[in-house]
């Protein structure tokens, strides 16, 4: 019902600019104020004693912009605070130390802060320019964020080059408070926004900020350019998995999960506005291209199919209607129609292909001809824009010749480019995105449906290495870990002498293997400490002696436990693969999958995904890496069990979301065939730093569905009814629900006459991330017609500590009971995530809702700023 708290510093009716006397910023500020200046609604003022002294504020602004050292601003806060100035911008910055001082500063005076080191914001549509960053590009509906100020400007100044537009434009500098996911909140909700552009360096918050990009990509295609993407040395690595994954691959991971779009080059960057600026909505990856020439359209085929791209196939009918319009150079995608090609059979060719139910996007390749106009033939392809419902990418190659027609076709917000690869690289974004919503939408719980894990015996077994000391795993350890998960091992016994192994070997059946159990040495094969296809008992005793003989000159100092036996895992068909898990240090938890075996640092075949995971997410995972290629019907071998891999990696999923002082874990060779996937060697790794007092799967970045707060209840006449946890599949049955409340409830819940929920609110209302947000339904009725009596949210504040609550109760279910049962459950789940205050705002004439609040022991209060509203809040 509010604004948002960064509604004042992005939308502000007066600005206060306080500086100090000479400040070599100050004729830039009054020169990008001029028109606030003269509408009367920024003031100018030194910092000094006698300013400070004031008792109050010249002026109750809506923001206080900063133009001062760090020096002169951690003395000038206190004021604001004094005057009740809730929102500053501060341009210089300091060390560590200074700038944590002024954060902790403006904490104690109730300031929010954006800065150190912002060079402010701009609204082009407002006219606002509260920034040191230049002129403003023309307003647009693409939001620009950014971490450097330097690159903010140099992207401007190519935005005004280019005539593209943005809705907003904000540089974050040190966020040592207002950070970038508070300012993805305001986007997020902004009208004038549509799509949001990101560069960033670093996170600072890496939970907060994977739950507001999801929170915006549920409505809006976020696309993020990340500077650094070395990876950590290989050097201190314990596992493979380690080894393969460095932090910016982690990174990437994770913004694909979150459901937004990463571009490697800056380059890249300015194909992906072009694309947002235009309006396209995310398509999938079925590209065509139509050309007035074969080698273009070469060159736009190869970047298509190395961007992970599809051609598209045209269909017959398709095919049979572009050549009555022009005898084609070529009888299929790429559509060549020829250098003689007139300008109304290029539109029309275009048209056509784009009216294929088989294609998502087209690309329109012009190159210029000695004897043709390419402003006619721009022309004809801005006829088309209008009524074109898919990305419609233009490339207009040469130079000289082509500047006016490529600017006509920039004008009508056709994405525009001089050569091939970028053109395809900017639907390759948009297609991208596609694919990422598929990722974002998928919310599974931490333990997947089927036979549970056997987590009483996984914690015994952990709490008695814990009290050990010990970290590593042996890897008989390793897998009776793996078995508590369901994880299919193969079956391994320790023997202390060679009687011993062989005694357990004519019990296993030969073929068996001998391996080295040493909690000192990681990779066994690296030492010669394993032996294959032992086929019998003389063959065993010798190959224990070698095997003995061999550790002990490769790694003198380690300690031997002893030798494992295990059966001979090498069926016929059978593909080596490595799945592994590790602990990253910014998002927690990280699977890894990729080909397995002694090369497997050789193969670097990697591919990432972070749990929770469900088997559709772990079928994308499996996807990404080349192993992938090897699963199906290959060189004779039938396909893999269909599932295995993806059954072991969700429950690896599982380990790592109960257990978070797992920290790495290296399952190397798993053997998949026909018949399943088994763990043939396995070692796991804790973390030294006490994870595991950590509650409420506090160590991960995504927040599983939390299936224990499923339950069955009564209503106080004893009605039926389902609580549980809102779920993305829930936006039909929440929008009846809206649609059914009476127009008095429904204007109570949203404070407006509005009869259903836009498409927008509805995603954001049942795409939540469980964490930051959390949404109770009570579900009644059976399979054939459940529909919801009552939905209870809460949102946190921006202080971490406390929520925002609202709730409704369906017309037909009031005075039951249910509103005092679900506001008491959504309780219960503030005061597990360690909230301390619940509030929310309620109408002075729901009195129903106020006698709620007052029997649940909120207390109320008018709202200061709106009398028609009640400010009703609870200690936790």
Not at 40 to 54: E, H, M, N, T
Not at 468 to 487: D, P, V, Y
Not at 817 to 842: K, S, T, Y
Request: with cysteine; proline share 6%.
């Amino acid at each position: 019902m509010d604004k948002h708290a960064l509604a004042p510093l992005f939308e502000p009716a007066s600005i206060w600019v306080i500086h100090e006397a000479g400040h070599p910023d100050l004729a830039l500020a009054r020169q990008h104020l001029g028109d606030w200046r003269e509408a009367g609604r920024v003031r100018f003022d030194p910092w000094s004693a006698a300013l400070a002294a004031l008792p109050e504020a010249p002026l109750q602004a809506d923001v206080v912009w900063l133009l001062m050292g760090i020096e002169a601003a951690c003395r000038a806060i206190p004021a604001l605070g004094r005057w009740q100035q809730k929102i500053a911008l501060l341009a210089g910055g300091g060390s560590d130390a200074e700038e944590e001082r002024l954060a902790g500063i403006a904490r104690m005076a109730g300031v929010r802060v954006l800065g150190p080191g912002t060079l402010g914001v701009q609204r082009p549509a407002s006219g606002l320019n509260l920034s040191l960053l230049g002129p403003m590009p023309p307003a647009g509906n693409v939001a620009f964020v950014s971490q450097s100020g330097s690159l903010a400007a140099s992207t401007l100044d190519w935005a005004l080059d280019q005539g593209v537009g943005f809705s907003c434009v904000a540089t974050l500098g040190a966020q040592r408070d207002i950070e970038l996911a508070e300012v993805l909140d305001y986007l997020a909700l902004d009208p004038a926004t549509s799509s949001i552009v990101l560069y960033l360096e670093g996170v600072r918050n890496p939970r907060s900020f994977l739950s507001a990009l999801r929170a915006a990509t549920t409505s809006k295609p976020v696309v993020v350019l990340k500077a650094g993407r070395e990876e950590c040395t290989v050097a201190a690595a314990q596992t493979h998995s380690r080894a393969l994954v460095g932090n910016d691959a982690v990174f990437d991971c994770a913004i694909r999960r979150a459901g937004a779009v990463r571009v490697r080059f800056f380059v890249q960057l300015f194909s992906a506005v072009k694309c947002l600026a235009s309006r396209y909505r995310p398509v999938g990856r079925r590209l065509a291209i139509v050309s007035n020439g074969g080698g273009p359209a070469v060159l736009a085929s190869d970047w298509a199919a190395e961007s992970g791209l599809e051609l598209a196939r045209l269909a017959d009918a398709t095919l049979a209607k572009l050549r009555t319009i022009v005898p084609l150079a070529s009888a299929d995608n790429p559509v060549d129609i020829g250098e003689a090609a007139s300008a109304e059979a290029f539109a029309s060719a275009v048209a056509e292909v784009m009216a294929d139910p088989a294609v998502d996007g087209v690309l329109a390749l012009h190159a210029p001809k000695a004897d043709r106009d390419p402003m006619i033939h721009a022309r004809s392809l801005v006829a088309l824009r209008e009524s074109a419902r898919k990305p419609l990418i233009a490339c207009w190659l040469g130079d000289r010749s082509v500047l006016e027609s490529r600017a006509l076709l920039a004008q009508a917000r056709i994405p525009t480019f001089r050569t091939p690869e970028p053109a395809v690289d900017a639907f390759g974004n948009l297609a991208s995105f596609y694919r990422a919503q598929q990722l974002r939408w998928q919310t599974p719980p931490a333990i997947a449906e089927g036979e549970p894990p056997d987590l009483d015996a996984a914690r015994l077994m952990l709490a008695e290495l814990s009290a050990q000391g010990r970290q590593t795993l042996t890897e008989m350890e390793s897998k009776a870990l793996l078995a508590c998960f369901r994880i299919p091992v193969a079956r391994t016994l320790l023997a202390r002498t060679p009687q011993e192994a062989t005694l357990i070997a004519q019990q296993l059946g030969f073929p068996v293997v001998l391996k080295i159990s040493s909690k000192d040495i990681a990779h066994k094969s690296d030492v010669g400490g394993v032996i294959l296809d032992i086929r019998g008992a003389r063959q065993l005793q010798a190959a224990w002696s070698d095997l003995m003989d061999g550790v002990r000159a490769q790694a003198p100092l380690a300690h031997i436990d002893g030798v494992v036996v295990e059966p001979m895992v090498a069926p016929r068909h059978g593909r080596e693969l490595m799945v592994g898990a590790l602990r990253d240090p910014l998002f927690g938890p990280v699977l890894v999958f990729g080909t397995g075996g002694r090369a497997v640092e050789i193969h670097a075949d990697r591919a990432m995904e972070l749990p929770p995971l469900n088997h559709f997410l772990a079928r994308r995972l499996v996807e990404r890496a080349r192993a992938a290629r090897m699963l199906g019907e290959w060189r004779g071998a039938p396909a893999v069990a269909e599932g295995a891999v993806e059954e072991v990696l969700v429950r690896l999923s599982e380990l790592v979301c109960e257990f978070p002082e797992v920290a790495e874990v290296d399952l190397n060779p798993v053997i998949a065939d026909e018949h399943g996937a088994i763990v043939v060697d396995a070692r796991i790794v804790l973390a030294a730093d006490g994870t595991s007092a950590q509650k409420g799967y506090g160590h991960m970045a995504i927040m599983p569905y939390p299936t224990g707060l499923t339950r069955d209840a009564l209503m106080r006449d004893g009605t039926a009814y389902r609580l549980r946890a809102i779920r993305p599949e829930d936006a039909d049955a929440l929008q009846r629900f809206v649609r059914e409340l009476l127009p008095e409830t429904r204007y109570f819940r949203f404070v407006s006459n509005i009869k259903e929920l836009p498409p927008q609110q509805l995603a954001r209302y049942t795409q939540i991330d469980y964490w930051r947000e959390m949404a109770l339904v009570a579900e009644i009725g059976d399979d054939e017609d459940r529909r919801l009596a009552g939905v209870a949210r809460y949102m946190l504040n921006p202080d971490g500590r406390s929520c925002e609550f609202a709730i409704a109760i369906a017309d037909a279910w009031q005075g039951r009971g249910l509103g005092v049962q679900l506001m008491q459950a959504l309780i219960d789940v503030a005061r597990a995530q360690h909230l301390e205050r619940m509030e929310g705002m309620v109408l002075a004439m729901n009195h129903k809702m106020l006698r709620l609040m007052h029997y649940l022991g909120f207390s109320a209060r008018p709202d200061p700023e709106d009398a028609s509203l009640m400010v009703v809040e609870r200690l936790l």
